[in-house]
């Protein structure tokens, strides 16, 4: 499918520059801010209101989120941004669906790790970050996670362009990392935004380990060790079966897919060159 | 006097800020009244209250559930049994955290109950970031109906071929795979068509656009959205000040 314009001059060296630069400083936000709300550990948060706490991490971790939707979405060609929306309806009604039949988990981040390994990292991150904006249009309260979020979509897509999709039991593996470093990292917004967390069953578990005395983050922190991994295993599993189980026409129309030889199977050469002269020009995604 | 998308915006995002800095339970509980009054008035409180009652409840249960009972830095034991100790600081905490997230949830949720869909995508969909931008929010809200209405034919047309979901994790995974596969498989379909056509009619372009649809927008509504975003900065920044010298 086409992809860029045939016509128009390709942005400049300095865009590509600046936004590069928005990336790091989106990326330097998210880190800093995580950084200095686990080494201040703000003491308030259970003696006062505590909403220092709550701004910093509020600002910093948006401010991330929406520096690496800046940077990345203007470069995506239309062929992945068509998927963004496609990408947030799944991660609801699929979620919906699991948790009303299947197991309880709530398995919200399909669509995202679905475009993250059919488009790669940078796609995943902003279609991660959007998914919390976009949804917290019916649900305020997703909107401070969209830094863990687009964390998960990056991670996935690093994932898929090492190849952890080419074995099917690797999945899981990569998909428990990633829960481990997004619970990590989201932990501290549960712990100063919402100072709990947002679900009945994972408020007991919170308020098991207060009563033996933790800290509020260290509960937190320790609850999201506990339910996230499991839950983005799952999530890459089901991934890696709807991803297998698509048509190789469809999934080798992905640059990324091609390029990275994400999936399984025979070198992709034939296709790619029968790709490459339906799109001549389709950029590749890094 | 229609207002415009962006003011709403600034004004429901900016209450929320101040209310997150001020951290007051009397003002966190006038701003629920205010963004419930605001709705009323709209029209649309019979919308706002079961979607935000489908947020806060969960919410305030868990934190009434986390604080309530595990407060360890609590002094005043109101009842304990074993390691779980109802204490009067940890109930203060939690009332306080649920009346703030009620009034940020209430009063954004006031405002996206009430903007007109239309007006937002029209403002939004300008080029660059702010077009995509605009073209991925109103394609969601436009899509997730649809497609939730596609996934359950799908579930039908299984069914018919003779789908049961029977007990046992692997059954159900068998399940969600069969009707899953074919909904992501017309939905990858279909963005590649929806690909082809958008840049047909220049979705990549980067040069000037005309808008179909003209939201207007009065200077007095433009002061006011700048006047709203600085008092918000100065809210966070008075909050932050004192924590910055003082320790």
């Known amino acids: 499918m086409s992809s860029s314009s045939l016509t128009l001059p390709s942005p400049a060296p300095a865009a590509a520059r600046r936004r590069r630069l928005l990336e790091i400083l989106g990326a330097l936000a998210i880190a800093g801010t995580y950084v200095y709300l686990v080494l201040n550990q703000p003491a308030d948060i259970t003696g006062g209101p505590g909403s220092v706490p709550a701004l910093i991490a509020l600002s910093g971790f948006l401010l991330g989120a929406v520096l690496l939707i800046v940077a990345v979405l203007p470069t995506l060609p239309a062929s992945t941004v068509v998927l963004i929306p496609v990408a947030l309806v799944l991660n609801i009604v699929l979620g919906q669906f699991v948790g009303s039949t299947l197991v309880p988990f709530y398995l919200d981040a399909i669509g995202t790790v679905l475009i993250a390994v059919l488009a790669g990292p940078a796609a995943g991150a902003a279609t991660g970050a959007l998914s919390s904006i976009v949804w917290s249009f019916f649900n305020p309260t997703v909107l401070p996670f969209a830094a863990g979020a687009a964390l998960i979509g990056c991670l996935a897509g690093l994932a898929a362009r090492y190849g952890l999709f080419r074995r099917f039991y690797l999945a899981p593996v990569a998909g428990f990392v990633t829960g481990i470093i997004g619970g990590v990292v989201s932990a501290p917004v549960a712990a100063f935004v919402f ?3 947002s679900g009945v069953a994972t408020g007991a578990i919170v308020s098991a380990f207060r009563s033996m005395g933790d800290s509020l983050l260290a509960a937190i922190t320790k609850q999201a060790l506990i339910s996230d991994p499991m839950d983005k295993a799952i999530v890459f599993t089901a991934v890696a079966v709807l991803v297998y189980a698509l048509p190789r026409r469809t999934r ?15 070198a992709a050469e034939p296709e790619a060159s029968v790709q490459e002269t339906a799109a001549p020009n389709a950029p590749q995604v890094p | 006097m229609r207002v415009h998308p962006l003011t709403g915006l600034a004004v429901a995002g900016s209450t929320a800020v101040i209310t997150t800095a001020a951290a007051s339970l009397p003002l966190s509980l006038a701003v629920v009244a205010a963004a419930l009054g605001v709705s009323g008035v709209t029209g649309t409180l019979r919308r706002l209250l079961p979607a935000a009652a489908a947020v806060l409840v969960p919410l305030a249960m868990s934190l009434l559930m986390v604080h309530g009972l595990a407060f360890p830095e609590g002094s005043t034991v109101l009842a304990a049994w074993g390691p779980a100790r109802i204490t009067s600081e940890g109930l203060a905490f939690a009332a306080e955290r649920a009346s703030l997230l009620s009034a940020v949830v209430l009063v954004l949720l006031a405002w996206s109950f ?11 969909s300008s080029r660059g970031v702010r077009g995509r931008l605009g073209f991925v929010a ?4 436009t899509l997730l109906p649809a497609i939730a209405d596609r996934a359950v034919r799908i579930r039908q047309a299984q069914e018919s071929r003779g789908l049961v979901v029977r007990r046992g994790l692997l059954h159900k995974v068998a399940a969600f795979r069969l009707q899953a596969v074919p909904l992501v498989l017309s939905l990858v379909d279909d963005a590649g068509t929806r690909a082809a056509a958008l840049e047909a009619r220049g979705f990549s372009s980067t040069g000037p656009r005309t808008n179909y649809r003209v939201v207007p927008d009065p200077a007095g509504q433009r002061l006011l959205r700048a006047v709203l975003v600085l008092a918000a900065a100065a809210a966070v ?3 932050l000040w004192p924590a910055g010298t003082g320790g």
């Open chain 1, 252 to 266: 080798l129309q992905f640059p990324f897919v091609r390029r990275h030889r994400v999936l399984a199977g025979r």
């Open chain 2, 138 to 141: 109103a394609s969601t809200l």
């Open chain 2, 237 to 239: 920044a008075a909050r």
């Open chain 2, 114 to 124: 009430t903007v007109s869909i239309p007006d937002l995508v029209a403002v939004l």
């Open chain 1, 195 to 197: 100072g709990g967390t």
